[in-house]
């Protein structure tokens, strides 16, 4: 977000006005004429006093939609204006951040650019509990092609050791960042609607973007009401009703299998702070370090499998989750001797870059039930109109394989909090289509490169068929054993 030192801007006429009434008036008319251009400063810049007419309304009481409105109500450029937050289910319970127990199946790994960012809005500061990831092990089933990240000894740390280390990412639970976004957002003066759907939503014509004064949007919410704002914001997820409403075109298809989550007790304590990861052909697994004797499952499966393994009872689940990282494949002859060659020739250049293979510590039992989610990838062609921006699920639906989910949607909200602030700075009205071409531009550059790779890496890992083996395994051999590709990898994941 911009710096608080700038100086608002105000129209030329108001700037003008009021200077000659300072220069030529008696102190009285100086007085009333400063007063009156407030004023309309006041009337221009803010909504009026209507309890149905808002600056900037945002729709969604997520992860993401919490998290804009938090930025929303923190930002001094935002002040005095008049801001909501609405969603259709129950108030956010934010009593789970003073008594969290059991760990919640739903977690995400927001990188360090996404925890320094809620740090900002005083959102962080209010989660009870989060593991920091300081390496990473990943490696194929089909092959022995493997690759390793550490925060220390990878040069992950370069232009941060100024700053308070935190590891390539910090493992939180999703309900934890809500809450956390909720107390925050109790001390601002952003209000809140809770219980009530939106059932329709009205935008002016696209036609009258290039009138300096346009009418605000509508949204009719299902008690009866209709609010106005100059911004809308839509965080209503997946399935958002907004989206649907004005007729983004989506690009996005299913991947015709299902994410397994559960909360996994260890076999006994250890040190846990490291990500793992195994490619298997049926879809990636994954064990990410909660405290030292849990640890969080992310298991990406068929629709057929991953019914099974909610139905499992504890011990069985818990040793197919073992059996998962510690089976052995079999393995092509000739992607076998092309790896041979291939680990030989980079040893030339330094044997010392090639990793050891290791081996998370062994499951004993599951705590509650698994759950299964379906996968997809979809991704909005627009993330704008007239009045109205989109951000987080609603514009982008991505693999969970590289963990980018969560962070996508904080990257959206420092971008359209950038131009929000932008736009107030320079006295321009920050709900014209005008103004927000910039967010959707940016966003749109940024989350591009992460769904196509997120997707290619999903399909190449989704077979045994060995050409497409040796391919993958010879990229992940290379790329672990140049630290410039890792280090660039890292830096665009930790943004």
């Known amino acids: 977000m911009l710096s608080c030192c700038k100086k608002i801007s105000f129209p030329c006429h108001l700037v003008s006005a009021c200077r000659q009434s300072l220069l030529h008036g008696n102190t009285s008319q100086r007085?009333?004429?400063?007063?009156?251009?407030?004023?309309?400063?006041?009337?221009?810049?803010?909504?009026?006093?209507?309890?149905?007419?808002?600056?900037?309304?945002?729709?969604?009481?997520?992860?993401?939609?919490?998290?804009?409105?938090?930025a929303l109500g923190n930002s001094p450029y935002m002040e005095g204006k008049k801001m909501l937050l609405v969603d259709s289910g129950k108030p956010i319970d934010t009593d789970i951040l003073d008594q969290p127990g059991s760990y919640s199946n739903r977690v995400c790994a927001i990188s360090p650019g996404s925890v320094k960012f809620l740090k900002n809005i005083g959102v962080w500061q209010h989660i009870p509990r989060s593991q920091a990831v300081e390496r990473m092990q990943v490696w194929d089933a089909c092959s022995d092609a493997r690759i390793s990240f550490d925060s220390e000894t990878d040069d992950m740390l370069n232009g941060r050791q100024q700053q308070q280390h935190q590891g390539i990412c910090s493992i939180t639970e999703n309900?934890?960042?809500?809450?956390?976004?909720?107390?925050?957002?109790?001390?601002?003066?952003?209000?809140?609607?809770?219980?009530?759907?939106?059932?329709?939503?009205?935008?002016p014509s696209e036609d009258d973007d290039h009138t300096q004064s346009q009418a605000p949007s509508k949204l009719t919410l299902s008690d009866g009401s209709v609010l106005s704002a100059k911004l809308i914001i839509g965080a209503d997820g997946v399935n958002s009703f907004l989206a649907k409403r004005m007729n983004l075109p989506k690009i996005?298809?299913?991947?015709?299998?299902?994410?397994?989550?559960?909360?996994?007790?260890?076999?006994?304590?250890?040190?846990?702070?490291?990500?793992?990861?195994?490619?298997?052909?049926?879809?990636?697994?994954?064990?990410?370090?909660?405290?030292?004797?849990l640890t969080s499952l992310v298991w990406s499966t068929t629709p057929d499998q991953a019914k099974m393994l909610c139905e499992c009872n504890s011990e069985d689940l818990a040793m197919k989750v073992n059996d998962a990282f510690w089976e052995t494949h079999s393995q092509n002859e000739i992607v076998s001797?092309?790896?041979?060659?291939?680990?030989?020739?980079?040893?030339?250049?330094?044997?010392?870059?090639?990793?050891?293979?290791?081996?998370?510590?062994?499951?004993q039992a599951v705590l509650g039930r698994a759950q299964r989610f379906p996968l997809g990838l979809s991704h909005t062609e627009w993330y704008i109109k007239s009045r109205i921006a989109f951000i987080g699920d609603t514009?982008?639906?991505?693999?969970?394989?590289?963990?980018?989910?969560?962070?996508?949607?904080?990257?959206?909200?420092?971008?359209?909090?950038?131009v929000i602030e932008e736009s107030v700075y320079e006295g321009r009205d920050f709900g014209h289509l005008s103004s927000l071409k910039d967010y959707e531009s940016r966003g749109q550059l940024e989350n591009l490169p992460f769904l196509f790779v997120s997707d290619a890496m999903k399909r190449l890992y989704s077979t045994d068929y060995w050409p497409a083996v040796m391919l993958r395994s010879s990229g992940l051999e290379m790329t672990n054993a140049i630290p410039s590709i890792k280090e660039f990898l890292m830096k665009k994941a930790m943004s």
């Open 175 to 203: 309900n934890m960042i809500v809450s956390a976004a909720m107390r925050q957002l109790m001390t601002t003066k952003v209000g809140t609607r809770f219980g009530v759907n939106i059932v329709d939503c009205e935008i």
């Open 395 to 418: 514009i982008h639906r991505v693999h969970p394989l590289a963990g980018q989910g969560a962070n996508m949607g904080y990257r959206d909200v420092k971008n359209l909090m950038n």
């Open 337 to 363: 001797s092309a790896h041979e060659k291939l680990t030989e020739v980079l040893s030339w250049f330094g044997r010392d870059r090639i990793s050891v293979q290791q081996y998370p510590p062994s499951v």
């Open 31 to 70: 007085t009333t004429d400063l007063f009156q251009a407030t004023s309309t400063l006041q009337r221009n810049y803010s909504t009026e006093n209507d309890l149905n007419s808002y600056d900037v309304i945002v729709c969604g009481g997520g992860m993401v939609g919490t998290v804009m409105a938090c």
């Open 252 to 293: 996005g298809w299913n991947y015709e299998s299902f994410g397994v989550v559960a909360t996994l007790q260890l076999s006994e304590p250890c040190v846990n702070n490291t990500a793992w990861q195994r490619f298997l052909p049926s879809g990636p697994i994954a064990l990410l370090p909660l405290t030292n004797e």
